[in-house]
């Protein structure tokens, strides 16, 4: 299928250069071979189905829309013109990093990305540094060169390459979808699923060789700061005050300019509810009377992961509540998912912000 004008216009402001937006042609997909990768020790297995049928007939919470803040788009474009950029040819650096990048190469990342702490990852494979043109963007472009991740993607950063492997296989076949469809995850089915097995091992081997590091900063707190929605994020709004959080997760950059230029460094700060930490971690480790399980059952020690389950400590709390939601919801329905789908059968919404903030709160 052609990509429409709207979504043109969306990807023209995510790559920031005309030969990204040649390259985009909207069409079937190739699939990728399917590999195989359990999820769980069979004892878990025995207990989720169990427990499953136990659950069956009771009433599920209701399904509340998928969140905005977890599932975050651009607005339209404003009439008024973009506040101005730097010279395109100046040279930019940040903190800590002997490396300069200009402009022009920062707008034109898609390909690409600047690397700022090359010390901080081993050396980057072509299809993480580079991608494939025209059809992969590099992988190192949304995820960063060391795998940390941002809200509107996901941190791979140490994540088993076998779970990888299986993720990108589920995107290929349409077993992994998302609740609301959001131009970063978009890409992701149509474009990165045309990665071949070669790349995509590559790319798994690669980011399950880097130690994830602290980047999430929680906050508990009842008001927050006015944020919108720019670049498939939350960011602050100048001048806009305070408000209350209600029932969100604010999850916002650090510094704005930093992470615009793409600064691997630079994190994130997460504003969640009082008293929701405490809340996440109580359904984390008793299950909350019958609610869900426990989480170490599968995720693991301190949640950091065992086997070829995925560490869920120190996560973006946006992409948690994503995938619980996702999990929930049955748009996640690889060979994975069917284990976390009697865990989020009867998660609220407030117990998914609560877990995620229980979650992003821990080292990784």
């Known amino acids: 299928m052609k990509m429409r004008k709207p979504w043109t216009a969306a990807w023209k402001l995510l790559a920031g250069n005309d030969s990204f937006i040649r390259r985009i042609h909207w069409r079937r997909r190739s699939w990728l071979p399917i590999t195989a990768a359990s999820m769980a020790v069979c004892a878990f297995v025995v207990v989720a189905a169990a427990w499953n049928q136990t659950e069956k007939g009771?009433?599920?919470?209701?399904?509340?829309?998928?969140?905005?803040?977890?599932?975050?788009?651009?607005?339209?474009?404003?009439?008024?013109?973009?506040?101005?950029?730097?010279?395109?040819?100046?040279?930019?650096?940040?903190?800590?990093?002997?490396?300069?990048?200009?402009?022009?190469?920062?707008?034109?990342?898609?390909?690409?990305?600047?690397?700022?702490?090359?010390?901080?990852?081993?050396?980057?494979?072509?299809?993480?540094?580079?991608?494939?043109?025209?059809?992969?963007?590099?992988?190192?472009?949304?995820?960063?060169?060391?795998?940390?991740?941002?809200?509107?993607?996901?941190?791979?950063?140490?994540?088993?390459?076998?779970?990888?492997?299986?993720?990108?296989?589920?995107?290929?076949?349409?077993?992994?979808?998302p609740s609301k469809n959001t131009i970063p995850i978009e890409a992701m089915i149509t474009h990165e699923t045309e990665a071949n097995a070669a790349e995509v091992k590559a790319a798994a081997d690669y980011f399950s060789r880097i130690k994830p590091r602290p980047w999430i900063h929680v906050v508990e707190t009842g008001t927050v700061p006015k944020t919108h929605a720019a670049r498939w994020m939350l960011v602050r709004t100048a001048g806009g005050g305070r408000e209350p959080i209600g029932h969100r997760i604010i999850e916002t950059p650090v510094n704005l300019e930093l992470t615009e230029l793409r600064d691997d460094a630079s994190g994130f700060i997460a504003y969640v509810p009082v008293g929701s930490v405490e809340k996440g971690k109580a359904l984390a480790t008793t299950g909350g009377e019958g609610k869900t399980m426990n989480c170490e059952m599968c995720h693991g020690p301190g949640l950091r992961g065992q086997g070829k389950v995925p560490s869920i400590a120190g996560r973006s709390p946006s992409y948690i509540v994503r995938q619980l939601y996702d999990f929930r919801s049955g748009s996640r329905n690889g060979p994975d998912a069917q284990l976390m789908k009697p865990v989020t059968a009867k998660l609220t919404l407030d117990d998914m912000i609560s877990l995620a903030a229980y979650l992003a709160s821990l080292h990784p």
């Open 58 to 177: 009771k009433a599920t919470p209701g399904h509340e829309p998928p969140p905005y803040w977890a599932f975050t788009g651009n607005p339209p474009a404003p009439a008024s013109p973009a506040p101005a950029k730097p010279a395109e040819n100046a040279p930019r650096h940040v903190p800590g990093s002997r490396q300069a990048f200009t402009q022009r190469q920062i707008d034109a990342a898609a390909f690409g990305p600047p690397d700022w702490h090359p010390s901080g990852h081993p050396p980057m494979p072509q299809i993480v540094a580079h991608g494939r043109k025209p059809e992969v963007s590099a992988c190192g472009f949304c995820h960063l060169p060391n795998g940390q991740g941002r809200p509107e993607n996901s941190s791979l950063a140490g994540l088993p390459a076998a779970y990888i492997v299986q993720q990108m296989a589920d995107f290929s076949s349409g077993l992994r979808k």
